[in-house]
């Protein structure tokens, strides 16, 4: 089922069985009230097959309008009654106190419960000589303060089922942005470096055919890695996939090759590190490598030819990175610029592309747990 279905999906307070307890309990004591009363015959009969009648009425909520039938049954009870606290047939009101508030809501709830009050009240007046009216108001006060906590409580499962739900679509479409970052930064790097590597071999064909060959097998390598890591990505998607035979993202560790990948392209590019990389979090060093590749490669799309230079830097706090380009590329409001920022900020840090440097220059900042590095280190 899907999350809006179990949004939209109403919570069942009671079994469909269970919802007709009412009526039954209803009867039930109304019958009890006649045998015990037993007031006028004809009106008590009049009154009990209207209480019994109405109850069937009170399980089925979604027929408008419940206090009526709830008012109804009251009168009828009160009939019955006759008067007399000792009735146990008046613990029917507390019943249709408590089912109101409990089917219909605080309103219904509190009205019933108000009727009631004025009921017992006024019976308490008319016989002065009879205190047992007070439990009866303490009674049904208490049952409908019992159903108006359990239809709070329900609708706290309502809303709670509903939260869950959107946290439930909020995590699928951040999963499915985390994939669609790193197959666009998979496919666009691969398809970069190789279309490197293809005009090398098609300018080297003629003059240099083994330098050709090597070039077009490098394509070709990365082309088959390319390959390799989008099925793993698009591996993610399946919700029985074995996780234990995934292969490993790349992390900060693997930045030199990313670099020696690109300078065996025939890209002008430098790195300097400053700091142990291999200290770093799963989680940061996936960022670090692939806000550089994608650093790289832009600017190899919009600048090529132009030097780049790749600095990192690890310290207890935080791990910085900047590349450098000698170029002017674009306006910095593409989609691979928004994916390294959207890299940087869902750890808590910063990414930033725009002219600086030599001339075109993104830096991204890390937090990083103290800590963590610590415990690393030992």
């Known amino acids: 089922m899907t999350g809006t279905a179990a949004a939209t999906r109403p919570v069942e307070l009671l079994p469909p069985r269970a919802k007709w307890a009412p009526a039954v309990v209803l009867a039930a004591f109304v019958v009890v009230a006649l045998v015990s009363a037993r007031p006028n015959p004809a009106i008590a009969y009049v009154a009990a097959a209207v209480a019994i009648g109405v ?58 419960w108000a009727g009631a009050l004025v009921l017992f009240g006024a019976e308490w007046l008319w016989v002065q000589s009879d205190p047992g009216w007070a439990a009866w108001m303490a009674g049904t006060t208490l049952a409908a303060l019992a159903g108006l906590l359990v239809r709070h409580e329900r609708d706290l499962v309502a809303q709670l089922h509903a939260a869950q739900a959107g946290l439930a679509d909020r995590a699928k479409a951040e999963e499915r942005n985390r994939i669609a970052r790193e197959l666009h930064d998979v496919i666009a790097h691969t398809l970069t470096v190789s279309l490197l590597h293809v005009t090398s071999a098609r300018l080297a064909v003629e003059f240099d055919p083994a330098d050709a060959v090597r070039s077009l097998a490098e394509a070709e390598r990365l082309g088959r890695e390319s390959l390799a890591e989008v099925r793993a990505a698009v591996g993610l998607l399946s919700q029985d996939r074995d996780l234990a035979g995934t292969a490993p993202l790349p992390g900060a560790g693997e930045v030199p090759t990313l670099v020696e990948r690109f300078r065996s392209a025939g890209v002008d590019v430098t790195l300097s590190v400053d700091g142990d990389t291999s200290l770093l979090p799963a989680t940061a060093g996936l960022a670090v490598y692939r806000i550089v590749q994608e650093a790289m490669t832009n600017a190899i799309k919009h600048a090529p030819g132009s030097s780049i230079a790749v600095s990192l830097s690890v310290d207890a706090a935080s791990v910085g990175l900047a590349v450098d380009s000698s170029g002017a590329p674009g306006d910095g409001a593409g989609l691979g610029v928004i994916s390294m920022r959207e890299r940087a900020e869902s750890l808590g840090g910063s990414c930033a592309a725009g002219p600086g440097g030599r001339g075109w220059l993104v830096q991204a900042t890390l937090p990083l747990d103290a800590g963590r590095l610590r415990e690393a280190a030992t």
């Open 55 to 112: 109850g069937p009425l009170l399980a089925e909520p979604r027929r408008p309008p419940l206090l009526v039938y709830a008012a109804v049954a009251t009168a009828g009870i009160a009939v019955i009654g006759n008067g007399a606290s000792s009735n146990v047939g008046w613990f029917a009101v507390c019943l249709l106190a408590a089912w109101c508030g409990l089917i219909g809501g605080r309103r219904d709830g509190l009205i019933i």
